[in-house]
């Protein structure tokens, strides 16, 4: 029972455009979502986080909104650079349960 | 300079072997966790300690023990008993306790292969 999902295995953007990455979840107890990079052989470095109380959380060139009715979030990076290229996770938890729930990841990558 | 680290990055072991993974931390945490990633897949949660002295299962502890004997380590064991142990672990770490939300930081992983 996969309770975070990130339905697109990768995407593809161009270099000063917007990128756009999604995540839907089926636990209702989840209230707090995070969002981690990760390049290959490479432990995940967290990006941004946001909790149910918010519907947006803004950190530079990255915004992570949360819409809880459709148990959606998502990741927007604008604008794209090359080095944004990597795999992004998803990931999301109970709070105070210590115990994330991760996402498959999407593969993005940003061509110059 | 505060940080996780994971020893060896490279690791090969031979089928029946048990073999210990190094995770050790400068962050004070108190919490620690191993995952395990496959590919296409997101990582799963092995083994988690929030506290030296205690740990709990994760969502795949079949074939892992852990040890939490001080706050600074929390090295994994994966034994023969675990049917596909090739993959890439992760340790990370947290301030854990009563500090909400609380976010994990993760090493650079390990991985291994089963020859």
């Known amino acids: 029972d996969q309770q975070v999902k990130q339905n697109s295995p990768s995407l593809s953007v161009q270099e ?26 490479e432990g995940p470095t967290f990006l ?3 909790s149910s109380i918010k519907d947006k959380n803004e950190d530079g060139r990255f915004t992570v909104f949360l819409n809880k009715s459709a148990k959606h979030l998502s990741l927007h990076i604008v604008p794209s650079q090359p080095g944004d290229s990597a795999v992004y996770f998803c990931a999301a938890a ?7 729930v991760f996402g498959q990841g999407t593969r993005l990558t940003i061509n110059p | 300079d505060g940080g996780i680290t994971q020893s060896p990055k490279y690791l090969f072991r031979k089928e ?15 919490a620690m966790y191993w995952y395990r990633q496959d590919p296409g897949q997101g990582l799963r949660l092995i ?4 506290i030296v002295n205690d740990f709990q299962k994760g969502d795949i502890a079949e074939g892992y023990s852990v040890s ?15 049917k596909n142990p090739t993959a ?22 390990t991985r291994l292969t089963v020859l």
């Open chain 1, 94 to 100: 109970v709070q105070g349960a210590q115990k994330l």
């Open chain 2, 68 to 82: 939490r004997e001080k706050k600074e380590s929390f090295p994994l064991t994966v034994t023969s008993a675990q």
């Open chain 2, 16 to 30: 029946g072997q048990n073999v210990t993974l190094s995770c050790e931390q400068n962050l004070n945490h108190d």
């Open chain 1, 16 to 41: 000063g455009r917007i990128s756009i990455l999604n995540c839907d979840y089926t636990n209702s107890m989840f209230d707090y979502f995070l969002w981690y990079k990760k390049y290959p052989a």
């Open chain 2, 88 to 109: 890439f672990y992760l340790c990370a770490s947290s301030i854990g306790g009563l500090v909400n939300p609380d976010t994990q930081y993760f090493g650079p992983g």
């Open chain 1, 48 to 50: 941004i986080s946001i």
């Open chain 2, 47 to 50: 083994y988690y300690s929030q």
